[in-house]
């Protein structure tokens, strides 16, 4: 059963630091770009970091909207994703989730997402 699972949202201040996870199931992990994307309230998701496969070199790429405080990362043995957030801003505030990248896995005829983690960003 493929599955992705997010975790290690929170509230934290401006200035701060968080590191999301993104445990997959169901598929090859190692064989897929991996992506991190973002909603916040009322706006379309928001792509902000990729990674190839190990295969590819693990390559990275980011909005640049983040370019510079977020890194993404991979852990091919336990088939998880990272995103560390460093110099949080309050626009950063959004609901994250992963996916396989460019396009997200389809179940049954629809796209699926997993639970998302929220990420607050305020003071």
């Known amino acids: 059963e493929v599955q992705l699972v997010e975790s290690g949202g929170g509230m934290v201040q401006p200035g701060g630091s968080l590191r999301l996870s993104c445990t997959a199931s169901?598929?090859?992990?190692?064989?897929?770009?991996m992506s991190w994307v973002r909603q916040a309230p009322g706006q379309q998701r928001e792509l902000v970091a990729t990674v190839t496969p190990p295969g590819l070199g693990s390559r990275t790429d980011y909005a640049s909207s983040v370019k510079g405080r977020f890194t993404i990362s991979r852990d091919n043995a336990k088939n998880t994703l990272y995103l560390l957030l460093s110099s949080l801003k309050p626009e950063d505030t959004a609901v994250y989730y992963c996916?396989?990248?460019?396009?997200?896995?389809?179940?049954?005829?629809?796209?699926?997402w997993g639970q998302g983690t929220q990420v607050t960003v305020s003071s």
């Open positions: 996916n396989r990248d460019p396009r997200p896995i389809r179940l049954n005829g629809n796209d699926y």
């Open positions: 169901g598929f090859t992990f190692s064989s897929f770009d």
